[in-house]
C-alpha cells in the first residue's frame, strides 16, 4: 500500500510546476515542521503566480467563498491553490487537523487573525498584504483572508501538514458563525452561508466582540446577495432578515461597552490595535450600506454629517463653551444683539444663530448665514436666512455688517495660503467700530481632541483618528471621521472622509486680525475665558476666541 501511494505521489509530483515539485520533495519524508520552516521551503522555491495557473478557478460557484482545488496531495500534506476574485472573503476558520503550514499570496489580499478565549473571540490585527507575502500557519491560528479589491483577480497557495498521514489534513475545520454564536465543522471549504449539507455538525462558539461581529455580518451580507442575485441561496438563510439583525439598535449597549473599555476618561484612545480595527470594520460597513441603500458617497462629506452635527458637535460645544464667550462678548463689550445685523460665516446648522436670537435678542431679518456645505445650508434654512457661500467672496459693494461672526473654527479649514485674505475680506464687510467674534484652535489642539464624541442620549457616535502633518513647513491637523447614528431603530453608519485644519501659531491670527481691523484685538482662553497674553503658544484649553474691532 505503502509502495503504490509513493507511485501516485510519484507521478502527481512530475506533474508540477519546479516551484511545486520542490516544495512536495522538500515535504515528503518530513513530518513534524514548523511554520517558519514551511514558510522558508515555499520562499525557496520560488513560487510565480503563473506556476498556480493549471488550478486557477475563478469561475467558482458564487455560493462558493472562493475557489478551491488540490494541487498535491501527500500522505501526510497538501499543496492547494484559491482563487480570489474582487469581493471573495473567507469565512473565519481554523484548518481543522493541520499541525503546519504556510500561505503564499500572490495579490493584495485582506488578511485577519483572531483570537479565541475564554468563550470570546476578538480581532487581533488586520491588514493588506504585499503580494508574495507569506504567512505560516499553525494548529492553533484562527484567521481570515479575502480579495477587497473591486477589479483584480489573484491566486494563493497554501501548504498544511499533519504529524502523521490523514485523509483530509484540513478536515473538521472549525467555521465561526458568529451570527448565531456557533462553530461549523466542514471538511471542505470554508465558505460563508454554507448549505446545511456541507456542515457536518455544529457547536457552541464564542461570543464575538463589536468589531468582529459587525465584519462578519457585513462579509455574510455581500455573499448572500451574490447569491441571491444568482439565484442559488440554498443556505437557508434570509437576506432582510440577516440584514435587519446586524444593523439592530440592540447591538447600541456592546459598541458602548467596547468603546468604554478601549478609551480613557477623556475619551482617548488607550488600544491602537482594536481602534485601528473598528474604524477599517466600520468603513466596511458605511460601504456596505451605501450599496444597500442604493447610494453613492456624495461629494459634499457633510451629506449625512449635517444631519448628526447638532447632536453630536454643535450642542455639546454651544453649552459648554460658545454660550459663555457670547454672554461675556456682549457683557464686556456693550452689544446689544437686537440692535445689529449679523453675518455668520461658516454657518452650520445654524443652531447658535438660533441661541442668539432666542436669547441674546437677534432679529431673524438681521441675521444671515453662508457656508460652503449644501447639506448644511439646508440644515440651517430652517432657522436662518443661509445660501451656499464662500468667506473668500465677500463684497462689501454688496452689504455691510455690524457683526461677523464664525464658530467652531470655521477659518482653519480655509486654504491655508488664503487665510490672510478671508480675514481681510471679513474686515471690509464689518462697518467702522463693528466687531468680528469667533473661535480658534491652537497647534496643540490634538491633545485635547477625543477620539470619541457622544451626543447627549448616546445615540450618535463619532469615531475621530486625528494625526499631525506637516506639509511645506505647515502644519496640519487630519481628522478620519466615522459617525454612527442609532436615530431610526437601526444602526447607521456613515464616513465622513478625511478633513484637514490649518494650525496657524496664535500670534499670526492676532497679527492677521491686528493688520486687517486696525482696531483692538483681544484673545481669550473659549472655556475660562482668560485673556491668552501676547506671548503664548497656546491655552489651557487649547480653543480660543478672538474679539476683534474694526477702526471707526
Not at 520542490?22 to 520562499?43: D, F, G, R, W, Y
Not at 458568529?178 to 449539507?197: I, S
Request: hydrophobic content about 40%; overall charge neutral.
Amino acid at each position: 500500500m505503502i509502495e503504490t501511494k509513493n507511485k501516485a505521489g510519484a507521478a502527481q509530483n512530475a506533474k508540477l510546476p519546479a516551484s511545486l515539485q520542490h516544495i512536495a520533495n522538500a515535504l515528503q519524508n518530513e513530518k513534524e515542521l514548523k511554520p517558519s520552516t514551511v514558510s522558508k521551503i515555499i520562499k525557496e522555491a520560488g513560487v510565480q503566480p503563473k506556476d498556480l495557473e493549471p488550478w486557477a478557478d475563478f469561475d467558482h460557484p458564487v455560493a462558493d467563498s472562493y475557489g478551491r482545488k488540490m494541487a498535491f496531495k501527500g500522505g501526510h500534506f497538501e499543496i492547494m491553490v484559491m482563487s480570489w476574485r474582487p469581493g471573495d472573503f473567507a469565512a473565519i476558520h481554523d484548518h481543522g487537523h493541520t499541525q503546519w503550514g504556510a500561505v503564499q499570496i500572490f495579490g493584495a489580499a485582506e488578511h485577519a487573525t483572531f483570537r479565541v478565549e475564554d468563550g470570546f473571540i476578538s480581532t487581533l490585527a488586520r491588514w493588506t498584504v504585499k503580494p508574495g507575502d507569506i504567512i505560516g500557519v499553525g494548529h492553533s491560528l484562527v484567521h481570515q483572508m479575502g480579495n477587497p479589491s473591486s477589479d483584480a483577480f489573484f491566486l494563493s497557495l497554501h501548504v498544511y501538514g499533519d504529524v502523521g498521514d490523514i485523509e483530509n489534513v484540513t478536515g473538521d475545520a472549525r467555521v465561526f458563525d458568529l451570527e448565531n454564536n456557533t462553530v461549523q465543522r466542514v471538511d471542505g471549504g470554508v465558505f460563508f452561508a454554507l448549505p446545511p449539507g456541507a456542515v457536518k455538525r455544529t457547536e457552541p462558539g464564542p461570543t464575538p466582540d463589536f468589531p468582529t461581529r459587525l465584519r462578519h455580518m457585513t462579509e455574510l451580507i455581500r455573499r448572500l446577495r451574490k447569491m441571491e442575485s444568482r439565484g442559488v441561496n440554498n443556505s437557508g438563510k434570509d437576506l432582510q432578515a440577516v440584514v435587519k439583525d446586524a444593523f439592530s439598535e440592540e447591538y447600541r449597549p456592546k459598541l458602548l461597552r467596547c468603546l468604554r473599555a478601549n478609551t480613557d476618561e477623556n475619551d482617548h484612545q488607550n488600544n491602537s490595535i482594536y481602534w485601528r480595527t473598528l474604524n477599517r470594520e466600520m468603513q466596511e460597513t458605511a460601504k456596505l450600506q451605501n450599496i444597500l441603500k442604493g447610494q453613492q458617497r456624495a461629494a459634499d462629506h457633510f451629506h449625512k454629517y449635517a444631519e448628526l452635527y447638532d447632536a453630536l458637535i454643535c450642542q455639546p460645544c454651544l453649552d459648554g463653551f460658545m454660550r459663555g464667550y457670547l454672554l461675556f462678548f456682549s457683557k464686556k463689550y456693550k452689544v446689544g444683539f437686537a440692535e445689529k445685523t449679523l453675518i455668520s460665516l461658516g454657518c452650520g446648522t445654524a443652531l447658535v444663530e438660533q441661541f442668539m436670537m432666542d436669547e441674546l435678542g437677534m432679529k431673524y431679518e438681521n441675521l444671515y448665514g453662508i457656508d460652503i456645505s449644501k447639506a448644511m445650508v439646508q440644515e440651517a434654512n430652517r432657522r436662518i436666512q443661509a445660501d451656499v457661500g464662500d468667506v473668500l467672496t465677500l463684497d462689501p459693494s454688496i452689504r455691510m455688517w455690524d457683526l461677523a461672526f464664525s464658530g467652531l473654527n470655521v477659518f482653519h479649514y480655509l486654504d491655508h495660503a488664503r487665510l490672510e485674505e478671508a480675514i481681510q475680506k471679513t474686515a471690509a464687510i464689518i462697518k467702522p467700530g463693528g466687531y468680528f467674534i469667533g473661535d480658534f484652535i491652537t497647534p496643540d489642539h490634538i491633545r485635547w481632541y477625543p477620539n470619541v464624541v457622544y451626543s447627549a442620549d448616546q445615540k450618535v457616535i463619532s469615531l475621530r483618528t486625528p494625526r499631525l502633518i506637516e506639509e511645506d513647513g505647515r502644519m496640519f491637523q487630519e481628522s478620519e471621521i466615522i459617525n454612527i447614528g442609532f436615530l431610526g431603530g437601526e444602526m447607521e453608519v456613515s464616513y465622513a472622509g478625511k478633513h484637514k485644519r490649518f494650525l496657524p501659531p496664535v500670534n499670526r491670527i492676532r497679527n492677521y486680525f491686528e493688520k486687517a481691523f486696525g482696531g483692538k484685538v483681544e484673545l481669550y482662553d473659549a472655556h475660562s475665558l482668560e485673556v491668552v497674553p501676547e506671548w503664548a503658544d497656546s491655552c489651557r484649553s487649547t480653543r480660543y476666541v478672538v474679539v476683534a474691532q474694526k477702526r471707526g
